[in-house]
């Protein structure tokens, strides 16, 4: 079991930053490639950045390319994301997520352990 719990959403204005943060406990956090999703209201929940077990390889969605940074820390077992150039269409809930296996990270089925959320709201 992976428990994973999300912190630093908020609101702010379009054009600025928020860091969110993950904290896993349970087995072993170094062992598992760790992913970001998103769901706005009224849409399905959406990738956005997934980061391999060691740091080595990160993979982003299209629209968050060169405004968003995925990052981990593995001692202190919490996965990051940098999100930076906000728009108001980043609006959602961010949910951190530990993969169940080493493929597909860019689809939720891939993942076996999910947190509860945390709301970014970007005003216009």
């Known amino acids: 079991q992976v428990q994973l719990v999300e912190s630093g959403g908020g609101l702010v204005q379009a054009g600025g930053s928020l860091r969110l943060s993950c904290a896993a406990s349970g087995r072993t956090f170094s062992s598992n490639h760790m992913g970001w999703f998103r769901q706005a209201p009224g849409k399905e929940r959406e990738f956005v950045a997934a980061?391999?077990?060691?740091?080595?390889?990160?993979y982003y969605a299209d629209f968050v390319k060169g405004r968003f940074t995925i990052s981990r820390d593995n001692a202190k077992n919490t996965v990051y994301l940098q999100m930076d150039s906000l728009k108001p269409e980043d609006t959602a809930v961010y949910y951190c997520?530990?993969?169940?296996?080493?493929?597909?990270?860019?689809?939720?089925?891939?993942?076996?352990?999910w947190g509860q959320g945390t709301q970014v709201t970007v005003s216009s």
């Open positions: 980061i391999s077990w060691s740091g080595g390889a990160t």
């Open positions: 997520a530990a993969a169940g296996r080493s493929w597909g990270l860019s689809h939720g089925s891939s993942y076996d352990y």
